[in-house]
């Protein structure tokens, strides 16, 4: 396999958990560029645990790492980790952390050497192409959920990581910000992985998909049917006893209940 073959990410029978109680029993991940794979199971099926896994936050007992090319076990093996992927919360507030949007997105270009006003610029060329450059000037606290969640991923992006990994990111949406995320994130060329239980949010971004279950991680490949509404299904191998098939139908704009 020639490097530009090579996975972004490589994970290989990995066994995590927290407090002594193991989520993770043998998941196996690859993530090529362009590729947008999401992470479906059941609520404490260890798909959060997963995303820290990857940006070392959350240390495997057994398995291989493989990130970027290098193989990753000790902290600093995890420090260009964390810069290359970025690792977008469920919750923005516990991202966005400085008084207002141009210094939370400068915040991660100020960290990686650049001068005060280059970071700025960086930041402000972020937010324009994201059109939220007319939130620069805000305080953070003051916006709204979506504009929060929308800033979050201006901070990441700033950065310029070549994955991004999103935990939940429709969660609390009005469907304006919905609508817009979809947008956004459908535009951008990093490779994602994408935690998300929201079935048009699925269809409409993914490539490809994870169910995690009974700690074990089973590949799905996502099947579009042409039917009178737009219907698709989530296709996983079980080893064992052949094929899961997880079905889904985004045929609503706005999902129920959001």
């Known amino acids: 396999m020639s490097a530009a073959d090579a996975p972004l990410l490589r994970l290989d029978g990995i066994v995590a958990g927290y407090g002594g109680r193991t989520v993770l029993q043998g998941v196996d991940l690859n993530l090529r560029a362009g590729e947008r794979i999401v992470l479906v199971g059941a609520n404490g099926a260890g798909k959060s645990t997963l995303l820290y896994v990857i940006t070392g936050f959350v240390r495997a007992t057994a ?13 600093a093996d995890f420090r260009e980790v964390r810069r290359r992927a970025g690792l977008i919360f469920q919750d923005a507030d516990d991202q966005l952390f400085c008084p207002t949007v141009i210094e939370d997105v400068a915040f991660g270009p100020r960290n990686l050497g650049q001068s005060r006003e280059e970071a700025r610029d960086s930041a402000r060329e972020t937010l324009a192409s994201l059109d939220l450059l007319h939130l620069a000037d805000r305080i953070t606290y003051r916006l709204s959920g979506g504009e929060k969640r929308l800033v979050s991923i201006a901070a990441v992006l700033a950065m310029k990581p070549d994955v991004l990994l999103l935990d939940e990111p429709t969660v609390g949406l009005d469907p304006d910000a919905y609508a817009r995320l979809g947008e956004i994130l459908l535009t951008l060329p990093q490779a994602m992985v994408i935690v998300a239980h929201d079935a048009h949010f699925m269809a409409q971004l993914a490539t490809g998909a994870i169910l995690l279950s009974d700690g074990k991680s089973h590949r799905g490949t996502i099947h579009h049917h042409a039917h009178s509404h737009s219907h698709a299904h989530l296709h996983f191998e079980h080893e064992g006893s052949g094929e899961i098939t997880v079905g889904f139908h985004p045929h609503r704009h706005w999902p129920a209940g959001n």
């Open 63 to 75: 398995g291989t790492i493989e990130a970027f090319g290098g193989v990753r076990r000790a902290e």
